[in-house]
T-cell receptor, first 118, second 107 residues
Framework: QVQLVQSATEVRKPGASVRVSCKAS????????MQWVRQAPGQGLEWMGS????????KYSEKFQGRITMTSDKPSNTAYMDMRELRSDDTAVYYC???????????WGQGTQITVSS | DIQMTQSPPSLYASVGDRVSLPCRAS??????LSWYQQKPGKAPKLLIY???TLQSGVPSRFSGGGSGTDFTLTITSLQPEDSATYYC?????????FGQGTKLNIK
């Protein structure tokens, strides 16, 4: 079965960087786009961007353009999301999700809590 | 950006009830609309995609309808486990925006 397993909780100071990983299994990694979505405490879901693991092509939300980079490592079936210049309002749970039929997100990682605090 | 509007933010219903949760897009999104269910501390779960296609394994009491700008998630015969927040999302054009969610409380 499709499974996305994300890296563990991270705590960072303002201005720092963080990397979140998302290891895929149960399907051919390179054939489905990977999405990243975040959810601030008590808030809704926010789409951050999309990556084609086969070509490396990316599309980012304008809100995060210049501050995030999405990459992948095909041999290890792992997607990565790097975020720089962290601020306190980046505190959120970050999810990876697979783009599926009808451009829906059918499988999600368990989420990675990123806390930004001085 | 396409804005997705869900109202009301919360709703109370009883076991056995039928509820309809609306979602409106700020411009046409054809049928590029998905519905997700999220329970506290958990990742969202895909319920409906392409506006009306039930995801495999999702109970048939869930159904979706609509196209263009107006969509509805309907849950018939509510069960206690349906207590959750429900989000709609458009994937017609990036950024793939979500609605603010409707929290469904089961009385």
């Amino acid at each position: 079965q499709v499974q996305l397993v994300q890296s563990a909780t991270e705590v960072r100071k303002p201005g720092a960087s963080v990397r979140v990983s998302c290891k895929a299994s149960g399907y051919i990694f390179s054939t489905y786009y990977m999405q990243w979505v975040r959810q601030a405490p008590g808030q809704g879901l926010e789409w951050m961007g999309s990556m084609n693991p086969n070509t490396g092509d990316t599309k980012y939300s304008e809100k995060f353009q210049g501050r995030i980079t999405m990459t992948s490592d095909k041999p290890s079936n792992t997607a990565y999301m790097d975020m720089r210049e962290l601020r306190s309002d980046d505190t959120a749970v970050y999810y990876c999700a697979r783009l599926w039929e009808g451009a829906s997100f059918d499988s999600w990682g368990q989420g990675t809590q990123i806390t930004v605090s001085s | 950006d396409i804005q997705m509007t869900q109202s009301p933010p919360s709703l109370y219903a009883s076991v056995g009830d039928r509820v309809s949760l609306p979602c409106r897009a700020s411009q046409t999104i054809r049928n590029f609309l998905s519905w997700y269910q999220q329970k506290p501390g958990k990742a969202p779960k895909l319920l409906i995609y392409a506006a009306s296609t039930l995801q495999s394994g999702v109970p048939s009491r869930f159904s979706g309808g609509g196209s263009g700008t107006d969509f509805t998630l309907t849950i018939t015969s509510l069960q206690p486990e349906d207590s959750a927040t429900y989000y709609c999302q458009q994937s017609y054009s990036a950024p793939y925006t979500f609605g603010q969610g409707t929290k469904l409380n089961i009385k």
